[in-house]
């Protein structure tokens, strides 16, 4: 069973930055990608970036292109999301995601290509 554990989310004034992390344990992720999502109160929850396994590309929402980078470091088994110039239209829950299929060589911005979940953390931005 994968366990995914978030942490590093916040209250911090627009503008601010935060690095989320993502640990799973159970499966060494180094051959899944990953995703970042979220959601806000009273809305679904969305696409926020994700990586390949590999080293390709990695794709963000729109709404935080520029803003954030994910990464990934696959001897601590972890993933990071970086969010830079945060806005009040920030604030959610942010959770991490495993890929359901293995060498899958393109990041996938799709909530059915995600196998495991974590709890999440959340992320106020201050106006």
């Known amino acids: 069973q994968v366990q995914l554990v978030e942490s590093g989310g916040g209250l911090v004034q627009t503008g601010g930055s935060l690095r989320l992390t993502c640990a799973a344990s159970g499966r060494q992720i180094t051959s899944y990608g990953m995703g970042w999502f979220r959601q806000a109160p009273g809305k679904e929850r969305e696409f926020v970036a994700a990586l390949p396994w590999s080293g390709g590309p990695t794709i963000y929402a729109d709404s935080v292109k520029g803003r954030c980078i994910i990464s990934r470091d696959n001897r601590k088994n972890t993933v990071y999301l970086q969010m830079n110039s945060l806005k009040p239209e920030d604030t959610a829950v942010y959770s991490c995601?495993?890929?359901?299929?293995?060498?899958?060589?393109?990041?996938?911005?799709?909530?059915?290509?995600?196998?495991?979940w974590g709890q999440g953390t959340q992320v106020t931005v201050l106006s």
């Open positions: 995601a495993v890929g359901r299929h293995q060498w899958l060589g393109r990041a996938s911005p799709n909530q059915a290509d995600y196998e495991y």
